[in-house]
Every structure is written in structure tokens, then in C-alpha cells.
């Protein structure tokens, strides 16, 4: 504070700045995401020292299951949260309590759906089902991440995003002890997998007794189902819960269908590789929620935030792939000079695909403000094709190089389709003659009635 007063123009803008929610909320998150992804660094290079490149993969590939799966059993719901949790007042606690109870049933049951048939799905990861230590941990981390993503959308939704970081940053740092304990000194198969399930399952504990009550008054946690809750937002929801999958999915299915096509080896390049370059997608991804939270809280400057939220991305984006295609060959030899000389090209391909992902982030924001859901399940269903469409075409021809290539081509094309969507709404009021006006005031309606 000392430092700015020394310099007021700087402390102004500073304050006008955090002044507005859209860069506050954005900027809690990308700095979550940023504090995050600079632990993951430090935590990647201390399991690619203690854990075989093999284990290292197969880690990788459990790691990325367990968020496929936690994505699946939000059934869309963390949206809905985000759409109808500020509005709730005096039902917000029980609201709150059944989506977390509707994503332990359905996460349980996904999980024990997923080990069953594991060696038919993924025949290199059959031995994470071995076993009845595997089998349990797996579908109680697999719960914690579901839960962990239902926390995240709670503090966007309350405009708490500082929250979401503190909740994050106790799991990142939590990764280190049991990474440490499992890797020297009881070797354990599958032992980064476990690292990172015990570290998420400790900080929900300390998100939900802690965290919840000091942005929900009153919060407590039990187990409930409200009929009338659930199908209030269940229609929004359901929308959203697709076009979700489809556009996580290409992160979390590349790495699967690497350890098949290309082996656990290869797949270690390229997960070291998306993990770094999830620094950047994190970005958009940041703003793009805040961006939403704040149309659904007032929908009349939808305009101007659609503007800021560009600007921030966009500038910092740009900043980030310098950084990367001028140091990025660096980074990966802090792994091991065979990171470096395979993941090279592959972390370049990445960066620049976060200036399309970007594009595509911001117009799906802009439809779900208006509602219209379509647009955006197609978007997203479109990148999914693309991306697992050109991997395997390119993967097997040139390697993860070629899986690079795939996910920039994923984002590219689909990205050309959204711009001209952005456009037009930067030059009116996205509300004004909004062709499903009619559905939101109906849906508004419906909340006074009920």
C-alpha cells in the first residue's frame, strides 16, 4: 500500500479497476487458476522425479477420468446454481443442499459404472479396478472433485471468487505431502492419482464447514432432495449439462485415447505439455464465468462486460503465448531433457489455441445469457467432434505433435463460427431483441410463483 501511495495514477487505476465485479470476480479466479497451475508445475516436476514415465501416465490418465466423470455428475447443475442460486433468498440453503446431494448419487454411481467396465472403456487403465482400496478411493474422489466443482459455482454465483481460490490453493499445496509420503516412502500404484484425490478430499471438508457458511448465512450441510428445487432449475440445467460435457471433454478424452494410440510414455508429453498450457485456457475460462455471473445479475450492461471481458482475455492471452513460444522449451527440460525435445512443438500448438478457445469461451457466454442453449450445445459439440476427429488422423501420423495440431484445429473452425455470433452483440443490447425473451421472463415468472 505504501508502494502506490507513492504513485497515485497507478493506485487509481488500480482501484477503478477492482471497482468493477466483471475484473474483481475474473481476476480472483484467474489468479486461483494461475496459483494453481504454479503449483501443478513444481508438484509435476517432483512426481516426474520420484514416479516412473509410465506411472506417470497412467497417473494422469485416472486423474483425468475422475474430472470426466465429476464433469458428468454435475448433470448441468453447477449452472443453474450460477442462474438461480441469486435470486433464491430464502430457499438458497436448500437449493445449495440438493444439487450437492443430487452430485454424490450420481457421481457414485458413474464411478461404479465406469469401474465396471473399465477393460472394455480403457483397457490400459484395468488395474485401477483391481483391488477393493482402488475401487473405494477411486468413487470417493470422484465425489470429492464433483462436489469440489458444485463449491466453485456457489462462490461465482455469490460473487465470492476469493473463496474459490483459497479452497483451491489448500488442495494444491496438499498434493505435496501425500505425493511425498506414497512416492518415498510406501511405493503405491497409482500414487499421484491418490495424492491429488486425498488433497481435494481434505479441502472440500474445510470448504463446506468453513467456507459455505461465511458466504451463505446459515449454511449447513445435510443431505436433501426438494422435488420442487430441482425441477425449478432442472430445464436451464439440463441444457447447459450437455454442452458442458461436450466442451470439457476433448482435455479430458485426449489423454485417455493417447495411452491407447500412442502408449503411457508418449501420453506423459502431452499431459505435462496440456498442463502447462492449461494456464492459459484458464484464463477465458475465468472471465467467461464472471461474465455470466454478471448478465444474470444485471442483464442491461451485458454489452459492456461482453467488451471488458474481451480486453482482459484477450491482453493477457497475448502475453501469455509470448512467454510460452519463448520460454516453453525451458520449462519442459525442468521435467527431463525427453520433455523438452518431445513437447516442444506440442506446448507451442497449445498456447496458440487459446486465442480461438477464447473466442469460443465468450460467445457461448453471450447465448447462455439469452438463453439460447442450442447455439451453444452445437458450438460445443462441434469442438468435441473436431478435436477427437483430426487426433485420429493426426496422432497416429505424427505423434503428440499431431494431437497438438488436433486440439488447435478443434478450437480454429468452430472458433471462425463463433466470432461472427460476437460481433453483432457488441453493438446492441443483448437482451433488447432477443428472440427467447420470452423463455427467460417465463422462467423469471416461474421463480416468483414457486
Same mark, same amino acid.
Given at each position: ?16 479497476? !477492482? ?12 489468479? $486461483? ?31 483425468? +477420468? ?20 441469486? @435470486? ?12 450437492? =446431494? ?11 459404472? %465406469? ?7 480403457? #483397457? ?13 478411493? &477411486? ?5 470429492? !472433485? =464433483?462436489?469440489?466443482?458444485? =463449491?466453485?459455482?456457489? %462462490? ?11 479452497? $483451491? ?30 488433497? @481435494? ?21 445435510? #443431505? ?5 428445487? %430441482? ?20 482435455? !479430458?478424452? *485426449? #489423454? ?23 494456464? *492459459? ?13 454478471? /448478465? ?16 482482459? @482475455? ?13 520460454? /516453453? ?68 501420423? &505424427?505423434?503428440? @505433435? ?5 486440439? *488447435? ?35 423469471? +415468472?416461474?421463480?416468483? $410463483?414457486?
Amino acid at each position: 500500500m505504501f508502494f502506490l501511495n507513492r504513485f497515485p495514477a497507478a493506485k487509481n487505476s488500480l482501484t477503478r479497476i !477492482y471497482s468493477v465485479s466483471l475484473y474483481r470476480n475474473s481476476g480472483y479466479l484467474i489468479l $486461483d487458476r494461475v496459483m494453481v497451475a504454479a503449483t501443478g508445475f513444481f508438484y509435476w516436476i517432483l512426481a516426474a522425479r520420484i514416479y516412473s514415465l509410465k506411472e506417470l501416465g497412467l497417473s494422469s490418465a485416472a486423474i483425468s +477420468s475422475m474430472s470426466l466423470l465429476s464433469i458428468l455428475s454435475t448433470l448441468g447443475l453447477t449452472y443453474g446454481l450460477i442462474r438461480f442460486l441469486p @435470486s433464491a433468498k430464502d430457499n438458497a440453503n436448500v437449493l445449495i443442499n440438493t444439487c450437492l =446431494t443430487i452430485g454424490i448419487l450420481a457421481s457414485i454411481s458413474f464411478s461404479i459404472v %465406469f469401474l465396471i467396465g473399465l477393460k472394455i472403456w480403457f #483397457p490400459s487403465l484395468a488395474s485401477l479396478s483391481h483391488g477393493l482400496l482402488n475401487q473405494f478411493t &477411486f468413487v470417493i474422489y470422484t465425489v470429492s !472433485y =464433483t462436489l469440489m466443482n458444485f =463449491t466453485t459455482q456457489i %462462490f461465482i454465483a455469490k460473487r465470492r471468487s476469493s473463496f474459490s481460490l483459497s479452497k $483451491d490453493l489448500i488442495m494444491a499445496l496438499g498434493r505435496f505431502i501425500p505425493l511425498l509420503l506414497m512416492g518415498t516412502i510406501t511405493p503405491l500404484n497409482y500414487g499421484i492419482f491418490h495424492s491429488w484425490g486425498i488433497a @481435494s478430499t481434505v479441502a472440500l471438508l474445510i470448504t463446506v464447514i468453513f467456507f459455505l457458511p461465511r458466504v451463505q448465512p446459515g449454511y449447513r450441510f445435510s #443431505p436433501v432432495l426438494k422435488k420442487k428445487a %430441482f425441477l425449478h432449475i432442472l430445464g436451464f440445467s439440463q441444457a447447459n449439462y450437455f454442452s458442458d460435457i461436450f466442451w470439457s471433454a476433448p482435455s !479430458y478424452i *485426449l #489423454p485417455l485415447l493417447l495411452v491407447n494410440l500412442l502408449g503411457a510414455e508418449q501420453n506423459a508429453f502431452f499431459y505435462i505439455c496440456l498442463t502447462i498450457a492449461t494456464i *492459459l485456457f484458464m484464463i477465458p475460462g475465468s472471465v467467461s464465468l464472471s461474465l455470466l455471473a454478471e /448478465g444474470f445479475h444485471d442483464e442491461s450492461q451485458t454489452r459492456l462486460q461482453v467488451k471488458y471481458s474481451i480486453k482482459m @482475455s484477450m491482453s493477457l492471452i497475448f502475453l501469455g503465448i509470448i512467454t510460452i513460444l519463448l520460454l /516453453g522449451g525451458k520449462l519442459l527440460s525442468v521435467y527431463g531433457r525427453n520433455y523438452s525435445e518431445q513437447g516442444a512443438s506440442v506446448l507451442a500448438l497449445l498456447a496458440v489455441s487459446a486465442v480461438p478457445m477464447t473466442v469460443n469461451y465468450i460467445y457461448c457466454s453471450i447465448q447462455r445469457i439469452n438463453l439460447n442453449m442450442l447455439r451453444v450445445a452445437g458450438l460445443s459439440a462441434f469442438i468435441l467432434a473436431a478435436t477427437l476427429t483430426f487426433t485420429y488422423w493426426l496422432a497416429p501420423r &505424427f505423434g503428440v @505433435s499431431g494431437a497438438g495440431a488436433a486440439f *488447435l484445429l478443434g478450437q480454429t473452425i468452430p472458433g471462425l463460427f463463433a466470432l461472427t455470433g460476437i460481433r453483432p452483440a457488441l453493438g446492441r443490447q443483448l437482451s433488447a431483441n432477443d428472440k427467447n425473451s420470452s423463455i427467460k421472463k417465463t422462467l423469471i +415468472s416461474d421463480k416468483k $410463483d414457486g
